[in-house]
């Protein structure tokens, strides 16, 4: 069995995002007949928010208490600890079962199918790789937060911690992998325990918000051999394309749309995930346009610029925020 598993508590926004993410892999997958069969698994503090939109799918739900959320958020407060903490209870009671996890601010953009194909082959994911540790200091000194991969460049060089029944070295070299897909098989998921230790170390030496996914990196390619699964899963993980979402997501997500019969439900889903996609994908790229404008790199600005006109040659987005963001500056020149 793969249980497919979704994390979603504490406000409305995050349930309609994992309820979309849930929808859009039953969007893709609903025809198929590849084994082994699937059970979505939604670990949250409302399961009955999740009812009418996810009905007649194969989901049960994992209800998480204010006590049960704060002692797996320990000994550290650290939130992110709580994904960890549930896939490493989850392995335990279910050590045969193969897990497909993915965040909230996901949705499938394919049929799934050869990827679980090859998770029931053995074969380990997360979403992508990012970069290495090395370079993740220059990649966070853009936003003035280099601190935390030097700490933790510093904990690595004098540390080695027990992964896998070893003691096991980390290096500059290594990378970090954007973790809001996991894809684990059973001859993985006996790391999770490893992998919520790691964390707990790491999170203890440098306090950066990243470790939850620098600790599955870490052990996950240390012990596997890691694959990316972009190609079906998408990751909006930044701030404006979160909100885009959450602009969307209450028109869909309505008492009428939970009342239509399922297929009606997927097929609306299947429909919007392109124009979704597409969307969030450009305001991507003129966030990065701003961005690097405003931080004087004038060549990466117009690389993302090019992106985003390729992506959407009639969008007159982009020219009109450059337009707006060059009188605001200028209007602060002249005063």
Not at 109 to 115: E, G, K, R, S
Not at 154 to 170: I, K, S, Y
Not at 251 to 279: H, V
């Amino acid at each position: 069995m793969t249980h497919l598993v979704l994390l979603a508590y504490g406000r409305e926004t995050e349930y309609r995002r994992a309820i979309f993410a849930a929808l859009s892999f039953w969007a893709w997958h609903q025809s198929r007949a590849t084994p082994p069969p699937v059970q979505a698994v939604v670990f949250t503090d409302e399961p009955a928010f999740f009812g009418p939109f996810l009905a007649d799918l194969p989901v049960r739900y994992e209800l998480l208490t204010q006590a049960s959320l704060t002692a797996m958020q320990q000994p550290h407060g650290y939130v992110h600890r709580v994904k960890a903490a549930i896939l490493a209870q989850f392995a335990a009671d279910h050590p045969h079962g193969t897990l497909l996890f993915v965040d909230s601010d996901t949705f499938f953009t394919a049929a799934p199918d050869a990827l679980l194909q090859r998770l029931a082959g053995g074969t380990t994911f997360l979403h992508q790789r990012e970069y290495t540790l090395a370079e993740a200091v220059g990649v966070y000194a853009a936003f003035g937060q280099a601190h935390f991969p030097e700490r933790l460049l510093a904990l690595l060089a004098h540390r080695t911690f027990r992964v896998g029944g070893a003691e096991v070295q980390f290096h500059p070299t290594h990378y970090a992998w954007n973790s809001g897909v996991l894809g684990l098989p059973p001859t993985a998921t006996p790391l999770l325990p490893d992998v919520l230790h790691l964390l707990d170390d790491l999170y203890a030496g440098t306090e950066w918000f990243t470790c939850e996914q620098l600790a599955f990196s870490l052990a996950l390619q240390t012990q596997t051999t890691l694959h990316p699964c972009a190609e079906y899963v998408f990751h909006y993980w930044g701030k404006r394309q979160k909100a885009l979402m959450d602009e969307r997501l209450p028109g869909l997500l309505t008492e009428t749309f939970g009342r239509l019969p399922l297929p009606q439900r997927l097929r609306q889903i299947q429909r919007l995930i392109p124009l979704w996609r597409r969307a969030i994908e450009l305001d991507r790229l003129q966030e990065g346009t701003l961005y690097a404008l405003d931080q004087g790199q004038v060549l990466a600005g117009l690389k993302y610029a090019a992106k985003a006109w390729l992506t959407a040659p009639l969008s007159l987005a982009l020219p009109k925020n450059l337009w707006r963001r060059w009188r605001t500056k200028a209007r602060r020149q002249l005063a």
